[in-house]
C-alpha cells in the first residue's frame, strides 16, 4: 500500500512538472508565432493568438488602447500590412508567464520618418493562453528626426494636398492608403 502511494506521488509529480514545461514552452511559441504572424501580415494566425480583448500600451508616453480582437485584426493589422512591415525578433525570453522580446520592426513609413528600424522592448502577457496585452518601450526612437519628417510631410500636404489631410491618424487599411499616397507625393 505504502509503495503504491510513493509511485502515485512520483506519477503525480512528473505529470506536473511535464504540464508546466510544455506551459512554459507553449508561451513562447505563442509569442513567437504572433511576431511572425506581423511579419507575414497574416490575419488569420493573428486571430487564433491574440485574447478577444487586447492592450496595446507604451507606459513612457501614457499610450495607453484597447482593441477587440476584430478592431487589431481588421483594422489595425490591415493598416500596418499597408507599409510592408518586417518584424524580427532579437531575443524572447519567458519570466514566469510573461514573454519578453526584443524585436527590430522597419517598414516604409519608419523607413521615411527616421530612416532606420525600430528597436523595441515588447512584454507580452496572456490570459487563458492568448496574448492580452502587449506593452512597448522603443528603445532607439529617435524623436527628434520623427518629429521633423513628419512635420515637414505634414505642412507639405497640407500647402500642396489639403485634401488628404487627416491620413497621418486614420489607422485603418484606406488611411495607410492614403498615408502611402502622401509619401509618394512628398518623395516625387
Same mark, same amino acid.
Given at each position: 500500500?505504502?509503495?503504491?502511494?510513493i509511485i502515485? &506521488?512520483?506519477v503525480l509529480?512528473?505529470?506536473?512538472?511535464? $504540464?508546466?514545461?510544455k506551459? $512554459?514552452? %507553449?508561451?513562447?511559441q505563442?509569442? $513567437?508565432?504572433?511576431?511572425t504572424?506581423? *511579419?507575414?501580415s497574416?490575419?488569420?494566425?493573428?486571430k487564433?493568438?491574440?485574447?478577444?480583448s487586447?492592450?496595446?500600451?507604451?507606459p !513612457?508616453y501614457? /499610450?495607453?488602447?484597447?482593441?477587440?480582437k476584430p478592431? /487589431?485584426v481588421?483594422?489595425w493589422?490591415?493598416w500596418?500590412? &499597408?507599409?510592408?512591415?518586417?518584424?524580427?525578433?532579437?531575443?524572447?525570453t519567458l519570466?514566469g508567464?510573461?514573454?519578453?522580446?526584443? &524585436?527590430?520592426?522597419m517598414?516604409?513609413?519608419i523607413q521615411f520618418?527616421?530612416?532606420?528600424?525600430?528597436v523595441t /522592448?515588447?512584454?507580452l $502577457?496572456f490570459e *487563458?493562453?492568448?496574448?492580452?496585452?502587449?506593452?512597448t518601450e522603443y528603445l532607439?526612437? *529617435?524623436e !527628434?528626426?520623427?518629429?521633423?519628417?513628419?512635420?515637414?510631410?505634414l505642412?507639405?500636404?497640407?500647402?500642396?494636398?489639403?485634401d488628404m489631410?487627416?491620413?497621418?491618424n %486614420?489607422?485603418?487599411?484606406?488611411?495607410g492608403?492614403?498615408f502611402?499616397?502622401?509619401?509618394?507625393?512628398?518623395n516625387?
Amino acid at each position: 500500500m505504502h509503495r503504491i502511494l510513493i509511485i502515485s &506521488v512520483l506519477v503525480l509529480v512528473t505529470l506536473t512538472s511535464c $504540464k508546466n514545461s510544455k506551459d $512554459k514552452l %507553449d508561451k513562447l511559441q505563442i509569442a $513567437k508565432a504572433y511576431f511572425t504572424a506581423l *511579419d507575414e501580415s497574416n490575419s488569420s494566425k493573428l486571430k487564433e493568438l491574440i485574447a478577444d480583448s487586447l492592450i496595446t500600451s507604451i507606459p !513612457e508616453y501614457d /499610450y495607453k488602447v484597447r482593441y477587440s480582437k476584430p478592431e /487589431y485584426v481588421n483594422k489595425w493589422l490591415k493598416w500596418d500590412s &499597408v507599409f510592408n512591415p518586417t518584424y524580427k525578433v532579437l531575443e524572447i525570453t519567458l519570466e514566469g508567464e510573461i514573454v519578453k522580446a526584443k &524585436v527590430s520592426k522597419m517598414d516604409s513609413r519608419i523607413q521615411f520618418f527616421m530612416q532606420r528600424p525600430f528597436v523595441t /522592448y515588447e512584454v507580452l $502577457k496572456f490570459e *487563458d493562453d492568448k496574448i492580452s496585452v502587449i506593452e512597448t518601450e522603443y528603445l532607439n526612437f *529617435d524623436e !527628434e528626426t520623427w518629429g521633423k519628417n513628419r512635420s515637414e510631410l505634414l505642412n507639405w500636404i497640407s500647402e500642396n494636398h489639403p485634401d488628404m489631410n487627416g491620413f497621418i491618424n %486614420d489607422q485603418t487599411e484606406a488611411g495607410g492608403m492614403k498615408f502611402l499616397k502622401a509619401l509618394e507625393l512628398y518623395n516625387n
